[in-house]
């Protein structure tokens, strides 16, 4: 990495800096006036992710309201699904509903994955549009969620407390949960390669219920899924950074660390600093990990908490981030006060 690189390029290389690339999950959302305004433009969630224009200017409108050191893709983790042939729609106050896939005979209704980028081309429109209409010193992150997250949903048919109904299936069929886990696992890799070619300078994974596994399931559904597609990209695109968030994972970080072949892992708001620092930074760049209530509480608070994470992992490679995705309660002020925490 040159001086001239990407601040957040930089630090996925390894890089400690003196002040960290930030950017927050989530960052483009309802939190903002002119997300709101964009989103009841666009008519419904799904509409806005397959409009390239509406989707590259949401994702644009935190970036030029505050100067993040990166640009995450406006996408939905459940598009693959979609792509798939999974029946996917968003109900106003509760959240996502898919038709559920629970036997063969659901799997076997399943599209073949090279189908799914007739529905995701608009996906890899807005990753081309954002890759030119980006500052120069602003990173392009494109992204997925991982399969045991992805197929949680699509055996539930909705999001759950528990993940119980994947649990379950896991254990009773299991057959039929390795055989969709496979099949989302190869849609991820393509979805992602389709993001890479498009423009995307890094990927993250988002593993987001992947603390609702046991310890013997943690190996086969989360970190294996993980590390095959991280493999397979860096067999594609050598030079390609990869982010995955094994969120909730607990003692189960070190593993992934070993073994996923990430660059960086995005830690929750529950890792501990100084184990982190201690037990991850030296293998890997961590990012993470402020609680995303504090994005609602603001105050001294939030700087305390900015300023007690940048200290105890600033001197290794380090993004700053939050432990999960910003809330639409967030105020868009104590965006601007966690920036000038972090930046000084």
Known sequence: MTPNAKPLLRALAGEALPTPPVWLMRQAGRYLPEYRATREKAGSFLDLCYNPELATEVTLQPIQRFGFDAAILFADILLVPQALGADVTFVQGEGPRLSTVTSPEDLARLGPVDAIHDTLS??????????????????????????WTV??????????????????????????FFALLDKITDATIEYLS?????????????????????????????????????????SRYPNLPVIAFPRGAGGAYERFVAESGADCVGLDQHVPLDWAR?????????????????????????DRAAKTICET????????NLGHGITPD?????????LRAVRG
């Open 122 to 147: 608009p996906v890899y429109e807005t990753v081309s549009r954002l890759s030119t209409a980006l500052p120069s010193d602003v990173t392009l992150i494109g992204f997925a969620g991982a399969p």
């Open 151 to 176: 197929a949680t949903y699509m055996i539930a048919g909705r999001g759950t407390p528990s993940q119980e109904p994947a649990r379950r299936l896991l254990m009773q069929q299991p057959e039929v």
């Open 194 to 234: 389709r993001q890479v070619e498009a423009g995307a300078e890094v990927v993250k994974l988002f593993d987001s219920w992947a603390g609702s596994l046991s310890a013997p399931d943690f190996g086969p559904v989360c970190l294996e899924p993980n590390r095959r597609i991280i493999s397979e990209l860096k």
């Open 278 to 302: 201690e037990r991850l930074q030296p293998k890997i760049c961590v990012q993470g990990n402020l609680d995303p209530m504090l994005m609602v509480e603001g105050g001294e608070k939030l």
């Open 313 to 320: 992992l600033g001197d290794g490679p380090f993004v700053f």
């Open 330 to 338: 967030a105020d868009p002020a104590n965006v601007e006060r966690l």
